[in-house]
């Protein structure tokens, strides 16, 4: 009689009303109930239209051309509406979606799981899959009887113990490692293939930790290489943690409109040549943010200089200075600002640094060597 009730219903006010509640249509003869009541949908509505609709729009419909990506390198948000790809995911994978975000993987979407409760986390998505028609609903739900799909199904009680489930995918990769630190793993567009870190490798292991590859994980539909963009959003994240103090910055002139990370050695030629434009930098809005980068090490020639300027009292002038495109004198580098020289090597090192001058767009992106500045404005605005 239920189902009746919602085929008159829907025959009545039509086709919108539908989508805002779905009935069980009459051709899935064993249509079972959804998991969630209208009181869930309603506060995932809300909370949806707060954290969520700014990029998946308010019905959760975009965007349209989400299989392409956009102008920042990147996938645009999918729609969450059923006609992406949201339903081949079980509850958890969903949840791990929130929860993480996209950005530790290459992605943009942000994480939620310091904004978002658990209910809420089931709210939001049971507000989406309101929108899902009763055939997707239906594919999903036969896929995964359970919301308790564990991600390794050896351990049953993953979704309470999500740690000890990472600790599980890769505890013999440690092993084999000889105990070296690895990252949480964090899940791909690969389903079953995780990504973990260790210094500056990265490592995709299968969902039972078994089996690992380590090396460039690449979307040859798109040409996207998945693992450098991984790398610069570890880059970002760790230089994004620099106290302003530690850095030589060269700030934009009028509006900020983009920050540009940049390790230098005085005694580099190209370095040299990109300190002679900064100024063009500045004047296009964006900042400049040196960290010292000592290519030779602590023996080499750029080491000591490094240090005079950052114990500068004008930390900008000595920075021309120390490239003599400026006259002046620089004071002693034994100063405790000076050890920040150390700090920036080893960083450099972490992020993989290889040679100079080395320019880290906000967005992660690396870019390599001296590009003139007509060239190397648009780039670092585009985004
Ligand atoms: C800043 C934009 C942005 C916001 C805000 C955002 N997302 Fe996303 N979302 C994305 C992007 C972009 C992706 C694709 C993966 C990536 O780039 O991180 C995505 C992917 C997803 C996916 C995976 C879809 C699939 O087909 O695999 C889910 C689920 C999701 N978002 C849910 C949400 C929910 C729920 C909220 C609000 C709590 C939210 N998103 C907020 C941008 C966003």
Known sequence: MK???GII????VGISLYFIYPFPQPSNSG??????DQATVDKGSTLFKQNCSSCHGVNAELTLDWKKINSTGKYPPPPLNGTAHAWHHSI????ATIQEGGINIGGSMPAFKSKLSDED?????AYFQSKWPDDIYQKWSGRYQTSDIPLIESTAKLSTDTQAAENKMTSLLRLRLGNKEISDPVSTPVEGIYQTQFGNEYAYLTQDGRYVFIGNLIDLETGINLTVIAKGKTAIAELNQVALEDKVIFPARGVEKAVLNVFTDTTCPYCRKFHEEVGKLQEAGISIHYLPYPRGGKQGPGYQSLKQVWC???KLKAMGIAKDLDTGDLPAGDCEKGRFVDEGYALGNRIGITGTPSLFKSNGEKIQGYVPYQQL????LSN
Request: hydrophobic content about 45%; aromatic content about 14%; proline content about 3%.
């Open 3 to 5: 189902t009746l009730y």
């Open 377 to 380: 404005i648009p780039r670092v």
């Open 312 to 314: 500068a009292k004008d």
């Open 92 to 95: 958890e994978t969903l949840k």
């Open 31 to 36: 249509a079972e109930s959804r998991w969630y």
């Open 9 to 12: 219903f829907i025959s009545l």
């Open 121 to 125: 986390q089931d709210a939001v998505i």
